[in-house]
C-alpha cells in the first residue's frame, strides 16, 4: 500500500521553485553587471566580432593576363632592336602568373660552329683522349666532338658542336637590357565564384566600361579598382626599385583579396589588391637568382 502511494505521489504531484527576492543594491547591481556581460559577449564578440553565426566559403578563382609596351634597345655589334610583347613576355601564357624579360646577356655573331667549350672540372683536358665524342656535358654548352683544344694560352678545355662563340654569363650589364619595361603595363582579369553562396564576381567592376579601362591606371587613392598596372608601380608597391631588380630579376607577388561579407549586398564585395617580393633579394644567399633561358 505504501509503495503505490509513493508512486502516486511521483507522478501527480505537482512542484513549483521558490523564488528568493533579496532586497539588496549592491546584490543587484552585481547580478545585472553579470547578464550585461553574458548578453555583451553574445552579441558585440561572439556575433558582430567572431561572426560565429556566420558560413564560410572558399574562393575558387581563375586568372589571365596581358601585358603591353613596346622598347628599343641599340647593343654594340648588333642592330637597333624593337621588343614587343612576342618577344619579352617568355612563356605568352602562364597559370596566375606572367613574365616579363628585363635583361639578357647578348652574345652577337652567334653560329653552330665547334668553339672551345667554357672551363670546368668536367671539361678541362690535356689531350683528345679526355675528350669523348658525341658525349654531352648536363652543365656544359654543347656535343663534344672529341679534340682537346686551346681555350687560351694557358689552358685546353674539350672542343664542342654549340651555339658559337659560347654565351658568358658571368658578368651581367650595370643597366638591364630592357630598362623601358619599367613602363609596360599589365591587364589582370580575376573571375572569383562562392559555390557555397552562387555568388560571382570579377575584377573588372559592372560600372567599368571599355573608355575608362583605355585612360585608367591603378593607383590606392584615385583608382584602386582599375585592373591595368604599370609594372614601375607594381614593384614599388612591393617595396622594391626597378631598376635594380631588373639587373638580375625577381619574384613580385599580386595578392587580389576577396574577403567579403555577404551578409551585405553582393555589390560591396570588391577586391584589395596587395603587392610583395617572394623571392630572395640578396644574390649572395641566392643560388639561382633571375630566370636563365636560350
Known amino acids: ?59 575558387i578563382s581563375s586568372v589571365t593576363s596581358k601585358v603591353k609596351g613596346f622598347a628599343l634597345t641599340n647593343v654594340s ?35 653552330q660552329w665547334r668553339c672551345p667549350e667554357l672551363p670546368s672540372p668536367s671539361t678541362t683536358c690535356v689531350d683528345d683522349c679526355d675528350c669523348i665524342v658525341g658525349h654531352s656535358d648536363p652543365r656544359g654548352s654543347g656535343i663534344q666532338t672529341g679534340l682537346c683544344v686551346n681555350y687560351s694560352s694557358t689552358l685546353q678545355t674539350c672542343e664542342v658542336f654549340s651555339w658559337c662563340p659560347l654565351e658568358l654569363d658571368t658578368k651581367l650589364p650595370e643597366r638591364p637590357l630592357l630598362a623601358a619595361a619599367e613602363n609596360f603595363t599589365v591587364l589582370i582579369k580575376n573571375s572569383i565564384t562562392y559555390p557555397k553562396f552562387k555568388v560571382h564576381r570579377r575584377n573588372i567592376m559592372p560600372q567599368i566600361n571599355s573608355s575608362y579601362l583605355k585612360r585608367c591606371e591603378f593607383n590606392h587613392v584615385t583608382d584602386p579598382y582599375c585592373p591595368i598596372f604599370r609594372l614601375k608601380h607594381i614593384v614599388s608597391e612591393a617595396g622594391e626599385e626597378f631598376q635594380d631588380l631588373a639587373v638580375m630579376g625577381g619574384v613580385i607577388g599580386i595578392i587580389i583579396d576577396w574577403s567579403c561579407d555577404l551578409d551585405w549586398w553582393a555589390g560591396k564585395c570588391k577586391p584589395k589588391y596587395t603587392f610583395r617580393r617572394l623571392d630572395n633579394k640578396h644574390p649572395n644567399r641566392n643560388a639561382a637568382p633571375g630566370y636563365n633561358f636560350r
Open 1 to 59: 500500500m505504501g509503495c503505490c502511494q509513493d508512486c502516486l505521489h511521483y507522478v501527480f504531484d505537482y512542484e513549483t521553485p521558490r523564488t528568493l527576492v533579496i532586497p539588496h543594491i549592491g546584490v543587484g547591481c552585481v547580478f545585472r553587471f553579470t547578464q550585461i556581460l553574458v548578453v555583451l559577449y553574445v552579441v558585440g564578440y561572439v556575433c558582430v566580432v567572431q561572426k560565429a553565426y556566420q558560413e564560410k566559403d572558399s574562393v
Open 77 to 111: 655589334d648588333m642592330e637597333p632592336q624593337l621588343w614587343d610583347v612576342a618577344d619579352y613576355v617568355i612563356p605568352p601564357q602562364g597559370e596566375g602568373s606572367f613574365f616579363v624579360l628585363t635583361n639578357m646577356v647578348v652574345t652577337p655573331k652567334q653560329r
